[in-house]
Each structure stands twice: as structure tokens, then as C-alpha cells.
């Protein structure tokens, strides 16, 4: 294998990498609604935003009460959770294999191995 050749693998590896950590960076997670039989577009029901850096954004879907506080949607809340606990399982998940794959392609080696 040429070194141009050699190079260019490097940098495509290297694009990749970075790709994948810039989407890694945040994590968003919506939850939908659908009417059932309905031909309309679903409508966001609660939506979570969480970056690397520990920040996070949740909108969860509540209504006033006649008292006129604040109620949230205790089912819908309840799914989105579910949602959200799912992602960050598969994104860590996701994230072990990526360092995984780099350690043993750097010749690092990961702790118990």
C-alpha cells in the first residue's frame, strides 16, 4: 500500500471519528403523538436535549388546572422517560464499542484485557 494511499485511509478513519463524536456530542430524544387513523402530521409531545458537557434541555408535556398550576402529563412523561433511559443505554453502548474499536486499532489495550 502506497503512503498516499496509506493517508488518505487515515484521514477517512479520522473524518469518521470526528463525525461520529460530533454526533455523539448531543443526544435528542422526542416523543410523538399520533392521533390513531389520523392522516395528520404527529405532534411533539416532550423532547430532551443532552450534551456532553452535562447540559440538558426537557420539555415535558403538562397543562394548566382550573387553580391555574402547572400539571404534567404523568403518561406521556412516563414514556418519554422510557425514551430517554433507552437512548442513553444504546449511546453508551454505542460509545464503548467506538473506544473499543480504537483502543485495538491503536494497540491500547482496555483495563481487563
Known sequence: MAVTEIKGALRTVAEKVSQFVSDAAVLKVETRTLEA????????AARTVISLDGDNLSEVPASKNAEGKWEI?????????????????????????????????????????
Open 37 to 44: 387513523g389520523s392522516t395528520q402530521e404527529s405532534v411533539l
Open 73 to 113: 402529563d404523568t403518561v406521556l412523561y412516563d414514556l418519554h422517560m422510557r425514551n430517554v433511559e433507552a437512548a442513553i443505554a444504546y449511546r453508551s453502548r454505542m460509545m464503548a464499542s467506538m473506544l473499543d474499536l480504537l483502543g485495538s486499532g491503536s494497540g491500547m489495550r482496555t483495563a481487563g484485557s
